[in-house]
């Protein structure tokens, strides 16, 4: 491929925790490492740079007669991307210690030997190419729509377009999921990490589903930190315990509720999402209360008149609680909660199994659950 497509990985200045560069190591009196071996026709003199997308470190060798060679180490294999400093050479290669090499003409396709990962990922980004070709076709398509002011025209590309988008979307997805021991699987989901259309259920399915060699490498680590840091509060973690008090001034601990299955719901009675959401709440309550579901509830509510308003309008009968803080309350902080209705379903020994689970998804689990 002239260029490779390059995913936008807008975390890369929070890790840098982990050096990925370290000196060669000797086994046998052999040196493990890689060496890149350029030839690049047309390629002036000056430098060229190869660093990882995502990493702290940057290696860089002279450029003589279109040639360089650059050497180093790596923990496991990382994308990389090779300029030299005028840009007039910009690819991406996959870099695993061994002896690589990459010919060209500058300007045209460059060839990248010696690196298995890079065969790999060089083979599915041209498959996925075809989407983005695609995408950019309806673009220019809506562009000339957009100038003739014909609605309907719009509608049907921006509808093409979304169908598009989301068969890449699957794509990337699949590919994940079906191969859990390749190093192209960690590089795709990592910058998956950061985009708010992918949840913490579908994120850790991915992650879970890849091998430890995987999890272990270095982009392993980077997908587990970026997630975590997204989702503070992992799934299959204990939930921290907590006291607040309820409408009637009683103190409510959640470690009272230890034994039963109990839904700890985020709200607030200004929150029009938690309003519409409550009749399903209360529906899920009624049918699986006396199986076993309690409910606790954690307003973020600032005014105490407001929440025992709301609280009466929507006949929510399960136990309600607050420290009228809003925002700033203790409990939602220390479950890390960013945006409301949020809610997390713990299991009788006091484990969060699930979380966020709204509608359709909540009849679901409880139905599993209470078969």
Not at 29 to 39: A, C, E, L, P
Not at 61 to 88: E, H, M, T, W
Request: charged share 20%; glycine share 8%; net charge positive.
């Amino acid at each position: 491929m002239k260029k490779c497509i390059i995913f936008s990985l807008c975390l890369l200045s929070v890790f840098t925790g982990f050096a990925i560069k370290k000196p060669a190591k000797k086994v046998a009196n052999t040196v493990i490492g890689f060496t890149v071996k350029g030839t690049i026709k047309g390629l002036k003199d000056g430098i060229v740079y190869l660093q990882p997308y995502s990493g702290n470190w940057k290696d860089s060798a002279d450029i003589i007669n279109g040639q360089f060679l650059i050497k180093g180490f790596v923990p496991s294999p990382i994308r990389c991307s090779l300029i030299s400093k005028d840009y007039s050479l910009e690819t991406t290669v996959f870099i695993e210690n061994n002896v690589i090499t990459v010919t060209g003409i500058l300007g045209g396709d460059y060839r990248v030997r010696g690196s298995n990962t890079h065969n790999e990922y060089d083979a599915y980004m041209t498959s996925l190419s075809t989407y983005d070709i695609q995408m950019m076709r309806l673009n220019n398509q809506l562009d000339i729509a957009k100038l003739k002011r014909d609605t309907n025209l719009i509608k049907s590309i921006g509808e093409q377009w979304n169908m598009v988008s989301k068969n890449k979307k699957a794509s990337i997805t699949n590919y994940i999921c079906k191969h859990p021991d390749s190093y192209v699987s960690a590089d795709l989901l990592f910058p998956l990490t950061s985009q708010q259309e992918y949840g913490q259920k579908e994120l850790y399915k991915m992650y879970d589903g890849l091998t430890t060699k995987i999890k272990r490498s270095t982009m392993g680590k980077y997908i587990e930190i970026s997630i975590g840091n997204r989702f503070p509060l992992l799934i299959n973690r204990k939930a921290p315990d907590f006291a607040l008090n309820d409408i009637n001034g009683k103190k409510v601990s959640l470690s009272g509720y230890r034994g039963k299955y109990i839904l700890l719901d985020f709200w607030a009675s200004w929150c029009g999402p938690c309003r519409g959401e409550n009749p399903n709440v209360l529906k899920a309550y009624n049918k699986y209360h006396s199986k076993g579901l309690e409910i606790l509830a954690v307003s973020l509510d600032n005014a105490r008149q407001a929440w025992v308003k709301a609280i009466a309008e929507d006949k929510l009968p399960w136990t309600q609680v607050s420290d009228l803080k809003g925002w700033k309350s203790d409990v939602a902080q220390l479950y890390r909660v960013g945006g409301i209705p949020m809610n997390f379903l713990i299991n009788p020994q006091g484990i969060i199994i699930d979380g966020n689970l709204r509608g359709s998804e909540l009849e679901t689990k409880l139905a599993e659950i209470f078969k």
